[in-house]
Antibody
Framework: VQLLESGGGLVQPGGSLRLSCAAS????????MNWVRQAPGKGLEWVSA????????YYADSVKGRFTISKDNSKNTLYLQMNSLRAEDTATYYC?????????????WGQGTLVTVSS | ERVMTQSPATLSVSPGEGATLSCRAS??????LAWYQQKPGQAPRLLIY???TRATGVPARFSGSGSGTEFTLTISSLQSEDFAVYYC??????????FGQGTKLEIK
């Protein structure tokens, strides 16, 4: 299993960014995928999840209405569209696969991509 | 929302000794509890799921126990590579996961 995030960078407050996570080594449609973030020096915060088919999505209250999770099963790629970014969204964003596809922890994580929101 | 609280925030232990980390849930999570290890500059690594089942490749010196609202991660005979930050996570409300704030295990 490999998960490779990309798309992070520096963005101004109010701006937008799209993160990608290329997945390989497992059946992408069989597992829920997640985004988890970690602000510098802080703990882990779950951000969003999408089921294997891509037709059910879930969000933390802190990002609801601003972030959109999606996936392209033909490309084995997970996305996170982030709009109306705020300074408090500054973090390393990890994509992570859940272990069994249902009521399970996260067994594989990418290396993370850093998003910095600053003017 | 189920709030996860870990204690202590920092634990200082000498190599070769054992360590016990605690995690408390604000409401029962049954056995839907996982533990992760994170080293500086690395992604978290799944250690324990189902409160007590070791993930693939995790050494036997790591053990988990508990159910409901009280959980423990025990590491026997600490090795140098075990000094890291440890997080508990509930997945009772899958996929609306919540993590504890972490316990930093440092060398005494």
């Amino acid at each position: 299993v490999q998960l490779l995030e990309s798309g992070g960078g520096l963005v101004q407050p109010g701006g937008s960014l799209r993160l990608s996570c290329a997945a390989s080594g497992f059946t992408f449609t069989s597992y829920a995928m997640n985004w988890v973030r970690q602000a510098p020096g802080k703990g882990l915060e779950w951000v969003s999840a999408i089921n294997g088919a891509g037709d059910d999505t879930y969000y933390a209250d802190s990002v609801k209405g601003r972030f959109t999770i999606s996936k392209d099963n033909s490309k084995n790629t997970l996305y996170l569209q982030m709009n109306s970014l705020r300074a408090e969204d500054t973090a390393t964003y990890y994509c992570a696969k859940d272990r069994t596809g249902y009521y399970a922890p996260l067994d594989y994580w990418g290396q993370g991509t850093l998003v910095t929101v600053s003017s | 929302e189920r709030v996860m609280t870990q204690s202590p925030a920092t634990l200082s232990v000498s190599p070769g000794e054992g360590a016990t980390l605690s995690c408390r849930a604000s409401q029962s999570v049954s056995s839907n509890l996982a533990w992760y290890q994170q080293k500086p500059g690395q992604a978290p690594r799944l250690l324990i799921y189902g409160a007590s089942t070791r993930a693939t490749g995790v050494p036997a010196r790591f053990s988990g126990s508990g159910s409901g609202t009280e959980f423990t991660l025990t590491i026997s005979s600490l090795q140098s590579e075990d000094f890291a930050v440890y997080y508990c996570q509930q997945y009772y409300n899958w996929p609306l996961y919540t993590f504890g704030q972490g316990t930093k295990l440092e060398i005494k």
